[in-house]
Structures are given as C-alpha cells and as structure tokens.
C-alpha cells in the first residue's frame, strides 16, 4: 500500500497471473523462494529486510 500498488500490479510485475498468490504470500500461507522474495523487493523498490517482519 505504502508504494501505491495494489497486489494485482505486483503479480503482472512479477509475472504471476494471478494475484491471489501475492495476496497468500502476504498472508503467510504458502511456502515461497528465497529468490521471488528477491523479485518481490526489487519491484516495490525496498531492500528485502524490510520485507521481513518478524514482530
């Protein structure tokens, strides 16, 4: 929300066709690699560690 796209933007960015992937990802729910955490950053333009929460 905070870079203004939306996760159906993110998932043609990251070249899933559906955004309910990234909505699960976001969620917790699905196992993903290391390397679409990577992409995932790249395309919100953050540094990975950001993408890692763990509060």
């Known amino acids: 929300m905070e870079k ?11 070249e899933y066709a559906d955004y309910s992937q990234i909505n699960r990802i976001e969620l917790g729910k699905v196992n993903f690699s290391i390397s679409y955490l990577k992409l995932i950053a790249e395309k919100l333009g953050v540094p990975v560690t950001e993408l890692l929460n763990f509060e």
Request: proline share 0%.
């Open 4 to 14: 203004g796209m939306s996760q159906e933007n993110l998932a043609f960015e990251c």
